[in-house]
């Protein structure tokens, strides 16, 4: 097979490791768990540690289980080149930690993840100039910009609002001004969406949530996907400008953010990744199928307030969401009118889960304002326009009608 080939997404990422010998004939790359690798002539070692020579130094920077992933992941967004971290806030905070210096500015959509916003806060009070806006409107973005503005940073669908950015025209805009614009994809994941598409430099991935997709490990991942030119970016240290412009930037990402920080995915959980892939197309086409159903049947009925879903033609974004993503995705979220106690919804319900996590193969639900938004705080909680009552779904891979008939039962009480 070889590496040339086009297929599908789902054979490809099958497929992936056998594109390169296999220790064994091992159809999926076997766990190397050594942290050091020998070499019998330590001119070897020496090229290997000057880059001179393709291998691997120690464990924290990279290892033959954590690599194959790592090109699985570039696979999927089509990119060129991936490096994988612990955990996906480690991944984002290697764009901080790695490509930001103090006096930088960075533009920010203002729907964010709640630990993805403590991030750019902790930024800021770094010396990283933050700006805030609402990027369903290029408009917003551009006003923003000014010459110390370094990067754009935008998720695909906001958690847990479910508000769009304006991907293509904000894609349109960094490319003018030679602006790195970071997508986080974890809410659309690569089957539903590649964010290469609408111009992204680098891609952020949770590989927690849907890529792995069965809430049994951590792992996060960066993908260069070639639409940056890095030669052009000011804060590439000398080292590595020595080296073509298509790697300076994932050069310097590894060796500031991985390698400096430590933020490493262990093999085992590399592994456990790998396989947890390989069905991410088959979860994702019936996770979002059951979110259309539980979306349109809460939507419908007159206990809930209004229910936040692109899938919904009355969600503001919802023509975009069309003409951008293979399906609407599996995560929304819901207001209950005020009779109906969030709490008391909740625990009245059987199947779902009420846990801090998406993307999993169970449905999860939470209170988002009382748990994952409380510590931003109530002036800043309004600001995103999350109300007390929002209740965020992850929608898992149950059988429709039993997960269905769940949510429609817990509003009887």
């Not at 991935?205 to 849907?210: A, D, G, I, R, V």
Request: aromatic fraction near 8%; hydrophobic fraction near 45%.
């Amino acid at each position: 097979m070889s590496a040339t080939d086009s297929y599908g997404f789902t054979t490809t990422i099958l497929h992936s490791d056998r594109q390169k010998a296999i220790e064994h004939g091992s159809v999926h790359k076997p766990i190397h768990s050594s942290v050091l690798f020998g070499y019998p002539d330590a001119r070897d070692l020496a090229a290997v540690f000057q880059g001179k020579q393709s291998g691997y130094r120690y464990g924290r920077q990279g290892n033959p289980t954590v690599s194959a992933l790592e090109e699985k992941i570039t696979k999927m967004e089509g990119g060129q080149a991936t490096i994988a971290f612990a955990t996906g806030m480690a991944a984002i905070g290697a764009v901080f930690q790695a490509l930001l210096r103090a006096g930088d500015h960075v533009v920010s959509s203002a729907f964010l993840f709640g630990n993805t916003n403590s991030l750019w806060q902790t930024a800021s009070s770094q010396g990283v100039d933050l700006t805030l806006v609402d990027a369903t409107d290029v408009a917003n973005v551009a006003a923003a910009l000014t010459p110390a503005t370094r990067i754009v940073f935008v998720e695909t669908v906001a958690n847990p609002g479910t508000q769009i950015a304006d991907l293509k025209r904000i894609g349109a805009l960094c490319r003018e001004r030679g602006i790195l614009f970071v997508v986080d994809n974890t809410m659309t994941s690569p089957y539903l969406f590649r964010p290469k598409a609408v111009g992204a430099g680098l891609v952020m991935n949770s590989l927690t949530k849907y890529i792995a997709g069965h809430g049994n490990v951590l792992g996060g991942a960066l993908t260069d996907t070639g639409e940056f030119d890095w030669a052009g970016y000011p804060n590439i240290a000398d080292n590595f400008r020595k080296q073509a412009a298509v790697q300076q930037g994932m050069s310097q990402v590894r060796a500031k953010a991985l390698r400096d920080f430590g933020a490493s995915l262990s093999p085992e959980a590399a592994h456990q990744i790998a396989v947890g892939a390989e069905t991410i197309a088959l979860r994702m086409e019936r996770a979002s199928a059951n979110a259309m159903a539980l979306a349109q049947m809460l939507a419908a009925d007159p206990r809930v307030a209004v229910v936040h879903y692109p899938g919904l033609p009355s969600h503001p974004q919802h023509v975009l969401a069309k003409e951008l993503f293979r399906t609407f995705g599996a995560l929304f979220s819901f207001e209950l009118k005020p009779e109906i106690d969030c709490f008391d919804y909740l625990n009245r319900l059987k199947l779902a889960i009420n846990a801090t996590h998406l993307g999993d193969t169970r449905t999860l639900v939470i209170p988002v304002s009382h748990t994952i938004f409380f510590e931003m705080g109530a002036a800043r909680r309004a600001e995103m326009g999350l109300a007390d009552s929002l209740i965020r779904v992850s929608a898992g891979i149950e059988d429709t009608d039993d997960i269905v008939t769940d949510f429609k039962a817990a509003l009887n009480f």
